[in-house]
């Protein structure tokens, strides 16, 4: 198993992050379970081609105000996913920038292409060891288990931060993303890296939900994101009974009070909820003592 | 609170795990639900859907005041007429479900503009779930897209007298539906179910859009959590007098309660 002890020392950056969250998100969302501090682990901040994008920026971190979610950790996706590295280190400079708007309430996720692999590695490096971001956010170029994602997966480890991978499983009729990545491809990456702190995007984002809890059953290494729009009852209850509620991480993926309302009806042990809430990936963070 | 969104009975392709009676009334309970306006879930994918009706009539009936049944019928199919007659006379119900995708008809075919006439006749609420399940999930053996929102606002036009609920929908105020001053008749309410209170909070958009008077409570369960909409109505920016509305009195007044 990897290293859980805190880093000797942390970067300006990441002192930043450590400051108390907003007073403002304490203070709202009453019927969260005491003692909790409830952290999205898969937001987005704006795309600047978006004109109305620092409005945009604004009212994320005010509806997180109201739902009582203390801190949101977020990327950036360009239009053409297949990035360049020009254009995801504009993302993540931007994502940089909302660090330093926003302070104690983002937290960055490094948003590369692994398809160049030098570059993509460069910049999880900048990111991480300068910027004080928390983790590395992949989408559909590649499925997570092709070869090219070997070497950030490695630094993702070396670094003790976690890689949030896209992720469903759309019916055949659905709009095709060539490459999205299912469970079985998670699983197969988890399998060849047990070390890393795999997470599983938006269970609730579209697609066969029971299909993909399913395929992660026997992957122990792997985290599951509870975000998206779809509000299907009972989906929390099912991941927390075949995965266990330490794999599970409260995430809205912008979709904010279908996300908070699951964790709010699902029929779980209070414990259980405060894990997901930000317990789990608190301890996630822990690793690199980026909080 | 008075949810226009609710379905008991077995849904073909995923278990609902409160389909009963009594696990909807939990889940209501949970809530603070007080009465819902409930379908058949069966009935969606049953050929007759007349059987989902008589099923729900008779699961329903020892929980009247607070399950209200609502029929799915289908003008495409065999009796609509007489089912119609025997939802109303027998089962006491006051409003119908409509499944245009599911049921492969078009709204605005002869025969659903004569149901929706007949039911109107009889001082019904029309409702039309744009959606059953996002399309993405679907199973393979089916390919049902949502109710395209041009077909509703046709119809609309159509039956000027009668009185709709839209469920499930979301992304209105990008069509004519949403917009303020359509031209469209003042017929039809929507329901919060899927729509955002945040960010780019629709629900507040159709409020100002459309008037308090046009937005109404719904969950969709028991193939939903109750509580997405509880809390989208919780954070909803609008004067308290308004949420009542939403939550409840605007449902009343279509139901006629």
């Given amino acids: 198993m990897v290293d859980q002890a805190m880093p000797r020392s942390i970067s300006i950056s990441r002192r930043a992050l450590l400051a108390a969250p907003a007073a403002a998100a304490a203070a709202a969302a009453p019927s969260w379970p005491a003692g909790v501090e409830v952290i999205d682990a898969h937001s987005h901040l704006a795309h600047r081609a978006n004109p109305r994008w620092a409005e945009d920026d604004r009212a994320l971190v005010d509806a997180a105000d109201k739902l009582g979610i203390a801190q949101l950790a977020c990327s950036i996706l360009p239009a053409e996913r297949a990035a360049t590295p020009d254009v995801f280190r504009q993302c993540n400079d931007w994502v940089a920038d909302g660090m330093r708007r926003f302070p104690g309430r983002i937290l960055g996720y490094a948003f590369v292409n692994p398809g160049f692999v030098r570059e993509a590695a460069a910049e999880v490096r900048r990111c991480v060891e300068q910027r004080g971001f928390i983790g590395v956010k992949l989408y559909n170029t590649y499925f997570a288990d092709e070869p090219v994602l070997n070497p950030l997966a490695e630094l993702c480890v070396e670094l003790r931060v976690p890689l949030l991978h896209h992720a469903g499983r759309p019916s ?120 | 609170m008075i949810d226009l969104n609710a379905y008991l009975g077995p849904f073909a392709f995923r278990r609902l795990r409160y389909r009963t009676a009594a696990g909807l009334l939990r889940l209501m309970d949970r809530a603070k639900i007080e009465q819902a306006l409930v379908s058949s879930a069966a009935a969606i994918t049953y050929r007759n859907a007349q059987a989902g009706n008589e099923e729900l009539a008779a699961e329903a009936a020892p929980h009247r005041g607070r399950l209200l049944p609502c029929a799915v019928l289908n003008p495409a199919y065999a009796g609509w007429r007489d089912d119609l007659a025997i939802c109303h006379d027998e089962f006491g119900m006051r409003a119908v479900r409509l499944y245009p995708r599911w049921h492969q008809y078009r709204l605005t075919d002869p025969e659903c503009v004569a149901l929706v006439q007949a039911a109107a006749a009889r001082g019904w609420l029309i409702t039309i779930p744009v959606r059953v399940e996002d399309r993405r999930q679907q199973s393979w053996l089916v390919d049902i897209p949502n109710v395209d929102y041009d077909e509703i606002a046709a119809l609309l036009r159509r039956c000027p007298d009668a009185k709709f609920a839209l469920l499930n929908g979301s992304g209105y105020t990008g069509s004519l539906l949403g917009r303020a001053h359509n031209g469209l008749p003042p017929n039809y309410v929507v329901d919060v179910a899927l729509m955002t209170a945040e960010m780019t909070n629709e629900i507040g958009q159709l409020v100002r859009n459309l008037g308090e008077e046009r937005v109404v409570f719904g969950t969709g369960i028991p193939f939903h959590y109750p509580e997405p909409a509880v809390v989208k109505l919780e954070i909803l920016d609008v004067p308290a007098e308004v949420k009542r509305r939403i939550a409840s009195g605007n449902a009343r007044r279509l139901l006629g309660l």
């Fill in chain 1, 172 to 291: 055949w009729l659905s709009p095709p993303q060539p490459r999205i990545s299912d469970g079985s491809h998670l699983s197969a990456l988890a399998a060849r890296y047990p070390e890393l702190m795999l997470i599983c995007a938006h269970i609730c984002g579209g697609g066969d939900w029971e299909w993909q809890i399913k395929a992660l059953r026997r992957a122990p290494s792997v985290y599951l994101d509870l975000a998206g729009s779809v509000a299907d009852e009972g989906v929390v209850e099912m991941a927390a009974r075949i995965l266990g509620a330490d794999r599970l991480l409260f995430a809205c993926d912008l979709s904010m009070t279908a996300s908070v309302g699951r964790i709010r009806g699902a029929e779980l042990p209070e414990a259980d909820k405060r894990k997901i809430l930000g317990q789990n990936f608190a301890r996630i963070l822990a690793r690199r003592g980026t909080r």
